[in-house]
DNA sequence: GGCTTCTTCGAGATTGAATCTCGATTGGAC
DNA sequence: GTCCAATCGAGATTCAATCTCGAAGAAGCC
């Protein structure tokens, strides 16, 4: 069963990327001696097959309607190893709700929130990561990931 | 994971600063015909007094230390309107609290986040802003406001 | 001051995401 | 296959955030 998502984009799934999680998780684990189960294939299934910001609940969701029935506790606990394992990552999109997106297969980006329309646009830029890498620097820092939210509204011509 | 204190250049009350944010928050109570209360203004006192990271809980229990005694439901209801005044901003510290901060009287500022000791430093750059301004003009967006996080991992020397 | 009106407040109930508990299940080493 | 620690799931629990609605209070008017 397809995934119910609104806007019915069919997510591009590149197995290429999923093999690459795959192979990441399954280093990540063994590394940690951290077990191999069904469900955390299953999670990592789901998340790679979206392509867009998603909660908890709504993994859950799509998890249980393709037939994976995974527990919330299990969910959250296994989000967060995912997270460690540079898979996936939190979204903070200026709402109330924590929400996630896959960052393996995806570029380094970040967020420009419209305050009126809540429209969210995805982009990089190679000159705010400079800058930013050479201001961590000053403070003897190494980055290792950058949350950036743009607020700001819309120019309507 | 509790969390520590930022450091780097901690910020002086200036009287001024809360002078200058009553004056603020009474334009922005008259312009949208709200009252102005004495929880309203117990409240504003207090975060102009703070000039660190507070949860809604610390801000609540300082209150309370100070004899100034604000329900929960009321104090929520204000913060909202702090921020939209322009007086108070969330932060995200990539704990999953909802923290604040008050930005007058402070600059605009950045916050870099040690992963492993939770050290948390605020600093700024121009360059970032530019930056991110040349992003978001690129898709015809108007700043309001930049939050960025930098994760990393302090070098030892 | 006192009167009136409308906003705001507070105490407690409610919600809902996130976490915890603990007996049952399972992966994987042997 | 056997064994045992790691993991799982269902439901209970926690706790920040929100909601409800009668009481209290701000501000305009006289």
Same mark, same amino acid.
């Given at each position: 069963m397809p995934n119910?998502? !609104?806007?019915? #984009? !069919?997510? !591009?799934l590149k197995p290429a990327d999923f093999d690459e999680a795959l192979e990441r998780y399954r280093e990540y684990l063994k590394r940690k001696k951290l077990l191999f189960t069904r469900e955390?294939?299953?999670?990592?299934?789901?998340?790679?097959?979206? +392509?867009?910001?998603?909660? &908890?609940?709504? /993994? +859950?969701?799509?998890?249980?309607? #393709?037939?994976?029935? &995974?527990?919330?506790?299990? /969910?959250?606990?296994n989000l967060d190893s995912l997270k460690e394992a540079g898979i996936l990552a939190e979204v903070d999109l200026g709402n109330r709700h924590v929400q996630y997106e896959h960052v393996l297969g995806h570029r380094q980006h970040f967020h420009i929130i419209c305050e009126e329309t809540s429209e969210i646009?995805?982009?990089?830029?190679?000159? &705010?990561?400079?800058?930013?890498?050479?201001?961590a620097r000053k403070h003897g820092f190494d980055v290792s990931r950058i949350k950036l939210q743009i607020f700001g509204t819309k120019r309507r011509k």
């Open positions: 119910k998502k !609104p806007s019915g #984009n !069919p997510a !591009p955390r294939i299953a999670i990592l299934e789901e998340v790679m097959a979206r +392509h867009d910001h998603f909660s &908890v609940e709504e /993994l +859950h969701d799509s998890l249980k309607a #393709n037939g994976k029935k &995974v527990s919330r506790a299990t /969910l959250y606990r646009i995805e982009d990089d830029s190679v000159e &705010v990561e400079k800058a930013v890498e050479i201001l």
